[in-house]
């Protein structure tokens, strides 16, 4: 007993610890058996088998072999001859069906099924989930896989039962509203058991989880852009009816790049199982790739009906429709496809898919620079957001393949019709209405893709086209048949273009919008003195059809502008209306039209055609206006103003002046067509008549009398200033029984020429302001005032004046009329009385010295004003024609001027200029002060002279030692051996001064260069200097050829081979270079002028009077002296020349003591110093001359 | 006809300039080009072939060359018309070009007539012009266009040539 307890105990150790054994059948280990049959155990744990033979020594030669392969002898030993046992430690993971462990022998073989695997994890994570809230689904996750079978049980205490549901991971129960749940899972298998928590579900654990919905077709159309998707609602698995929301997706198939995504909602039918269908617009023409669609649902129930966790149900497989880059067409195509029509505004995408075996290089829609799309290898496409109108033409869209084919599409991009606007219809003759609008924004679509409208009627639903704006219709344009007895009604005009249509409506009276066409043919037909008749048709019939007419009647004045309304009654077309026109003013040109309306007004007809009537003449309304002028002589002089129009009615063919002399009954009369005359009368009073004739009679009389002979010269002129534009006039009245005043002016009396004006006056007025075109400002004028008395006009007062004062327009003519050497006297003259354009008030002087034009005036009070602000002196007195400036300088220039001022301002500057003389005390001292200056500096320099005549002497002009007079020459060993012309040895003459003297020619040359170098310098001139003073002034002519080259010196550089004549005793000159150049030039030979040049040149040493220069001298002499030549060389010693500076250093000991031409800026060195010691060769401190430059590289070659 | 053609071909660039123009992008690019449309009775201009034929036979076998290209140009100019008519309605300037090029260029394939039946030269067998570009897409049209305002540059440069290289030879 005791034994099986302990049997009991290991055995349940060993299965607690995870170790299981299926005990075999035949564990004692029976011939031609395994120990075990089936092992079940878990990973990693390790077991033996045995397996028993039933032939000898079998287990010396068994082979075991495991999952196929054959195990080493090692893993197993031989218990017996016929019993083997096997080791298998750590096992691993097996297969789920587990992995065969074989021995044999021979023909003996024996198989065990070893699987291993995992005790179960505790069940966690319960989730209940229904789909039709008729049956709920619990399900648990699991933990680790076991690899074997697990089982599980499904306890519930509500009611209290057990389930097992084998290896099912999940139970399915009744669902119950508002029922908790509660579940415990039991997991069980071989190698172990575990129960899991009791989970509890309440209902808002529970999850709502749709059926996947069914996808049923996708299809295309009907446009290229619409996508149609149907699927099954599947209404009939579910217990209750319920909102589902569905989620469609359509994503690019090739890509797998989601377009876009969108809901729709239904209400589940239970009953069956509806079929639902959505379309979805596609920016892409779908034709361009390939579109897949995908379909799930969830709940859209609120949470108070179910207040679970709502889930998506799963995707529903995808469905595809092709596009045209999977087919196998082989000519490439654009879409959308040429001529469709797009809305402006919005996103589309253009794509262009190759044929088979093609593909694109560029696609471009217009000019657009868009990103390409890779839709597929035969597909691109371009994105356009906000698309802009097409041009009239459209918008290209250009496809080009690998192989250079074009394909390309044209597409019309543009608006809807817009709301027709302004609309408004009227009729012209009631049987027609004619309705216009304005289209609103342009479409820009044309030619059959354009907006086409139409007028209907809403109620009968007629429909009339309608027109395009044009030339002849500004506006868009429909017309709409009246018919009889409907007068109104309600329009709509609708457009319509492949992009959409648009209306608006109106409502109409036809009685309220009649518009009558204007009257025509409108003519004269009579007229009597001021009555006129018209007539006119009508354009149309207009038979029983009350019109206004308006008649417009303007003078040809523009003075009157009359208008009559008529109310006539239409007739037949060409009927005549006719009206009379009265109360027309005789003799005026009448322009006369007229204009319909309807009797319930709308809006005017154009005017009809204009005429213009005269209207017959009359006799002259009124009598002339008359005045009088009386000459001293008794001239008398009648003036009458012309009729106007208006009062003469008519043309005025002639005046009839009678006079009569008072107390006589003899008249004269005349008849004139001018408008005065003159005439001459005795100093007797007159009457004198005027009167005006035209062709229908005479004017009233006018009387004017003319008093007998008074003296009126004593009313003198009163100066008066107008105001402006004209006069301020006022007169006491004379006689109180006065027939009333006359204002007479004139610019200039005096003037014969002068044209008479006048103003009349009533008897009760004593001021006027005149006015009148005819004045001007700047003028003169005189007036006259006349009392009008039984007798005649009287003379009251006389004036004079302008309107406006201006400045004169002339300066006064200015002179000098005495000169002093202090003061001048200035006088001028008086300005035209047409240029004074004003009442010269005064004066203003200005003067000024005469510094220069620009100089400011100074005026006379002494200020210095700017010449803007001067104050001049300013004579006050219009009658002054003179003036003294006083307190001048004398000898001095002054300018003068002259202003005349009116109260219109100051007239323009006359400018003389005067210089006033000198003093006469100033003209002796000028002349004797430096007489006297010079004869005293004379007598001082005489005096000085004479007391140091002895030192000037010495200093100046020493006497010449005469040699003669010589001792070396009286000593006669000097002479003994010696040639006769030596008179000195030039070794005693230790300070000498070299005299170069130059022949003519040479200085020409050098003149020469010298105009073209140096202008400043007058080289001729120092030559000549050179030559007749024979100064030691040393001229170089450095023309001489180069030593190196030609070998040849100047003769005159014999003389200062000797070794007793320093450098430094030799003058210099001025230094000079550029003539160097030139004559040192390669191939400047030793020709034969040169050779003149040279001798005439000859440089000669005063020191050498012995050896007397020969000026001129043959070339064979010369050629004989050059090589004996040991003289000074110019400085064309090249190779010692700096040529980077560009400056002459200052002067070094080296070359101070070198002699030069005057017109040389070489210094001369002697040739035995650049002969036998370079060190004495002018180096880097030499003169740097630039002017040897060129030659540089000649003598550079020669050095190398 | 000389002169004709040197009329009709200083105008011929303003044409294209001014069809291209109205098309919009990409025909208004600068120095745009269309590879080569099959256009029926309208043939691209053959490339010199050297002085190998004599030369009267050359001069002839040109001038008929010339004669059926400017029928069918003519031809094809009023189909172009007529399609820019709808496509650019408002386009005046261009229709008005047309018309006087289609105009112009029968007059110069009547005087070429002439000239080659003079030189004893049957009149052409009625060659079987294209019926045009009836119910072809728009961008058939443009482009079809374009193509026949080209190439009948290409057709007068040649015969300008051709017809200066007459004269000079025969004057």
Redesign the interface.
Known sequence: MKLWVLFGFVLLTLLSSGYHMAIAQNAVGHCGSMSTKILIANVNSSHNITCYFCGSDAADQVEWKYAGNLLPSSYYTKVTSSVSMVSLQNLGLTSREGENLTCTFKTESYTASVKTGYPPEAPRDLECVTQNFGKIKCSWNTGRDTNIETNYTVCSWLPDSCIEVGTKTFIERDFVAFQDLQLQIIAVNKLGIQTSEQFRKVEHDIVFQPYTPELLKVLKGPTDFQLTVEWNEGGTKYGVGLELIFEIQVFLSHTMQEVWTGNYSSTVDISHDKILQFNWTSDMPLQCTAHSVRIRAISGESEILFSGVKAWSDWSPALTIEGLDTFNQTKGKIYPVDGTVLKAGSSLTFCCVAGQGKRIDKLYFSDLNATVIELSDRSQAIKVQNVTPSIESGTNVICITNVLVYEGAVIYIGYPPDLPRNLSCETRDLQTLNCTFEPGRSTSLVSKRRTRYSIIDRSSKITSPCEEASKIHPHYWCSFPISNGNDIYNLSVHGKNPLGEAQSHITVDVTHVFHPYAPHQLREEAKILTSLNVSWSDQIDYTGITLLCEMEIRDHLGSSNMSYNYSVIGGLKDARHIVTLDNLRPNTRYSIQARYSAQRFWKWSKWSNLINVVTEQAAPSTSLNVWRKIMPNRTVTIYWKPLSDAEANGHILSYNVTWMKIGSNSSTTVEMSMSSIAIDLDEAAYVITVIARNSAGTSPPSVIRIPPHTNDEHVGYIKTSGTGDGFNVTWLRQEVENCGYTVEWCQNLSNSTCNVDWQKFPSNVTSAIIKSDNLQVGVLYMLEVHECRDGGDYLLKRLVGYTRELAPAEAPNLDIEETTSDSVLIKWSDIPVDKQRGFIQGFKIYYSKLYNESAAFKPVGGQKLNTNKLLPKIINDSATRTFKIGGLEPGTAYLVALRAYTRGGDSPRRDVTVTTPNSPLAVILGITLPLVGIITLGVILSIFCYRKQEWIKETFYPDIPDPNNSKVLQDGTFLQGVNSCKTLEPKDCTPSEVQVVEEKQIGFEIEKEVEVDDETEVVPEDISDAETQSQGVLSYGPHSAPAETSGKVNPAFEAMASPTIYPSEVMYTSIRGPVYQQQEAPGTGPGTDEMEVIVKSGYQPQVHGGIAPTPVMEQSEVQELMPRVNGYQPQAHRQSWSLDSVEFPPPETDSIGSPTSINSQAFLIPERMLGADHSLRPGVKMWSLPFFQNSRMSFDSNDS | MLKMVQELLHRSQHLVDLYKR??????N?PGFA??GLSLRGLPEVPRAEGNQREEAEDDEARLQAEHEAYRGLAHYLRLVLDDQR??????QDLHQELAYFAVNVEGLAVNLGLLLRALGHEGPDGVHLGTGLTGA????K??AGLVVCTRGVQWLRASEGDFSALVSRYN
């Open positions: 109205q098309q919009g992008p990409p025909f690019r269309m590879p709808e496509l650019n309605p408002s386009g897409s728009d961008w058939d443009k482009r």
